[in-house]
């Protein structure tokens, strides 16, 4: 099953489904006005969606074009945007180029950040920056939508309290990020309002690529209609399950809590980058310096994860930033 | 006007108006179904919500008993929670204490971290946390909740944008702090469910004690109903228009979004402190080791910020930390 949220008004937007395509979609805020009110009373809501989903699939429901820049972010806010950094290449990268020791429980403790989530962007928003010396940067990710999840929860029942899966664009603003860190409060500023694809979908719609709690889809990325990347979400070091158990140690996550894989990252040659950021330290690492600038105003970014068959399930971002 | 959530089995609660001395209560669920809804919407429910709070100090209204014990935090969840650390005395005993240089630009740009918002804890809830061993400790805190704040907003006009004042207790667990501060990714496992006094009030109820985005109010707490400290809020270096304005500085503010002081802390002899670990660190300066033990389950901290004359316009947070 598909969802998305359509642009009506309200903050939090109305629910609708979305054929399989993506060329279709049908109502569905008389069953949950909005995701977020579906995801509270998910045993429910569930089932009258994968009927209407099933409906639309079979042309038996009434149905309209399915428009992504009609559609806001799928949670337009959410109670809870947790951020990982599970692409242990990444963070290789980082520690190459500037020569930082590496981080003790690498590989051990998962790096989780809390995320601002009380303003979204859709797929196919405007994406407003103050200044681009802020060193406006992208970031590829994955995301899973959780229900409830009790504190204590371990990594493998964890992953039972997945209910959607999608992806987003983690706005970064990276000369921002240095002085941040440094203080050891963790991102603010240089973390500005997260972008989503279209469409969010069950676990089921992904078939063999939803395994041992990782997407296993390449995500396309291209910068100014050109290519950047497409490194594969298979790469994951911790899984969805083990981000969501580290986020729940020592409190309880309401439905509806997002958490994100961090940007995608993999050590194959050829695959690119999913941020800006990674391609610099590479740059740094075999030729010293950066050569790649940021992102200026008026640049695109897309981002499109696909399987295999060439299908993407999300939908695609497509942004373009502006001057705030 | 005072305002408070009644408990009612759905996630956000009940809007209810509160007395000025906190003994009655009216619904007012039929002019916003929950706090939240009547920020999004401030300039409508406020006239009708002073309205049904002004029959209620003159008893024209249908009324009932006012019970802490029945509220859930005032907003029960939210789409933000950005929390600072304003009382820079607290920060200069850390560093004096830890032997941590100055910290660059500490009476410049404020502190602030991005909070865990799916899931606060009410004035009487018990407090569920894992383990003794996490160091547990409470810290007392000034907090105001804004309406929309646009991007780049400076610092008197975010004061504008304040719309409600309250008082939380931002449980801590200090055995984690280090290992999260060392990532730069910020605090997360060591911040679990923050809690919140049992109402919030508009600025005008603090008359003068609302002062310079300021709350000149001794705030005291207890700890195993011993006294504890009642450290004054007029210390805080960064006030809650420069706090609101640092956090909008790169992205919009959704309404609801609780803006947090940081531990009350002052220099002025005898207050005490707000905080388990700043009297810890007085006791390294001053002894060379800490002598004071983080809580145990079981233990009990209750915190109240009152006026001069008295009044405890927030109530108490009255709360017993238990084995989760």
């Known amino acids: 099953m598909k ?42 809501a569930e089932r009258a969606l994968r009927q209407r989903f099933e409906q639309l699939e079979a042309g038996a ?17 959410a109670y809870q945007w947790c951020d990982g950094s599970a692409f242990l290449h990444h963070g290789r990268l980082l520690e190459k180029a500037f020569k930082h ?16 989530s009380d303003d979204f962007l859709g797929a196919r928003d ?36 997945v209910l959607l899966l999608g992806q987003a664009n983690d706005w970064s603003l990276r000369t921002l990020v240095p002085r941040e860190m440094n203080t050891g409060f963790g991102f603010f500023q240089s ?31 291209d910068w100014n209609r050109e290519w950047f990347g497409h490194p594969n979400g298979d790469a994951m070091h911790f899984h969805f399950g083990e981000l969501i158990a580290h986020a729940a140690r020592t409190r309880r996550l309401g439905a509806g809590t997002i958490v994100g894989s961090g940007t995608v990252s993999n050590d194959r040659p050829g695959v ?28 695109t970014v897309r981002m499109e994860a696909r399987s ?7 939908g695609a971002i497509e942004q373009r930033v502006v001057q705030a």
């Open 61 to 77: 429901t009434s149905s309209f074009e399915f428009e992504p820049s009609c559609c806001m972010a799928p949670l337009p806010r």
């Open 126 to 161: 405007e994406v407003p920056m103050p200044d681009e010396a802020h060193g406006i940067d992208f970031e590829g990710e994955f995301v899973a939508i959780t229900g409830r999840v009790p504190m204590g929860c371990d990594a493998k029942s964890a992953l039972k309290h």
């Open 3 to 44: 969802l998305a949220t359509l642009r009506n008004g309200h903050p939090d937007g109305q629910l609708i489904v979305v054929s399989r395509n993506l060329t279709r979609a049908a109502d569905a805020s008389d069953i949950a006005l909005n995701l977020q009110q579906a995801l509270e009373q998910w045993a429910d």
């Open 272 to 299: 690119g980058s999913a941020c800006i950021a990674e391609k610099r330290v590479i740059e740094i690492i075999e030729q010293g310096k950066p050569r790649t600038s940021f992102m200026k105003f008026g640049d």
């Open 308 to 314: 295999k068959e060439g299908h993407a399930p999300f």
């Open 191 to 221: 973390k500005p309002s997260t972008s989503f694809a279209p469409v969010v979908v069950t676990p089921d719609e992904l078939g063999p690529a939803w395994q041992d709690g990782r997407m296993h889809l390449d995500l396309h990325v």
């Open 101 to 116: 020791p590496p981080r003790e429980n690498f590989e051990t403790i998962p790096l989780l950040y809390q995320g601002g």
